[in-house]
T-cell receptor, first 114, second 114 residues
């Protein structure tokens, strides 16, 4: 079956430009997460969508970061006025809407800000 | 404040021997724990999980042990194989809490030596 799909797989952008990263979760999964992994670092939580509840945005590092999830499915992570420290792999994951359900990850988008 | 800690950035183990990866947590509300494995340029893949009502869960070569009083869990891989060389992430969530998002540690890189 189809897994979590992320696009683009790689993105190189100039400092100051805006970027949009896309995530298609597994069909039927109502929980969706965004994490990022900077070079040599662990998985840093960014934002979490669960069904129709208000998203948990507590991990977003600045107001330049935003995310939305349309129709309870596809999600877009937007970074405005990118900075070099935004360079990282951005990972999306989804899970079934039930307690104690493991996450299924996409392969990530590698963002490089030059 | 890091709620999930993997204090060993790397570990080397001889092929065929047991690999033991450790993880500590600080949030006493955590009741669901997971281990993920990550190869370069791929998203993390789910390995095994454990609920706080158990102290051990086994799946083939992988066993997770949970010591709630010590807020410690470990992943045992036996026997270790070359394909086990990867980064291993410990994760936890508080499923009964309003803040039930899954939090990851920084990972431990496992090297299986021939």
């Amino acid at each position: 079956g189809a897994g979590v799909s992320q696009s683009p797989s790689n993105k190189v952008t100039e400092k100051g430009k805006d970027v949009e990263l896309r995530c298609d979760p597994i069909s039927g999964h109502t929980a969706l997460y965004w994490y990022r992994q900077s070079l040599g670092q662990g998985l840093e939580f960014l934002i979490y969508f669960q069904g129709n509840s208000a998203p948990d945005k507590s991990g977003l590092p600045s107001d330049r970061f935003s995310a939305e999830r349309t129709g309870g499915s596809v999600s877009t992570l937007t970074i405005q006025r990118t900075q070099q420290e935004d360079s990282a792999v951005y990972l999306c994951a989804s899970s079934l809407d039930r307690v104690n359900s493991p996450l299924h990850f996409g392969n990530g988008t590698r963002l490089t800000v030059t | 404040d890091q709620q999930v800690k993997q204090n060993s950035p790397s570990l080397s183990v001889q092929e065929g021997r047991i690999s033991i990866l450790n993880c500590d947590y600080t949030n006493s509300m955590f009741d669901y724990f997971l281990w993920y494995k990550k190869y370069p340029a791929e998203g993390p893949t789910f390995l095994i999980s454990i609920s706080s009502i158990k102290d051990k869960n086994e799946d083939g070569r992988f066993t997770v042990f949970l010591n709630k009083s010590a807020k410690h869990l470990s992943l045992h891989i036996v026997p270790s194989q070359p394909g086990d060389s990867a980064v291993y992430f410990c994760a936890a969530s508080a499923s009964l809490d309003r803040d039930d998002k899954i939090i990851f540690g920084k990972g431990t890189r496992l090297h299986i030596l021939p």
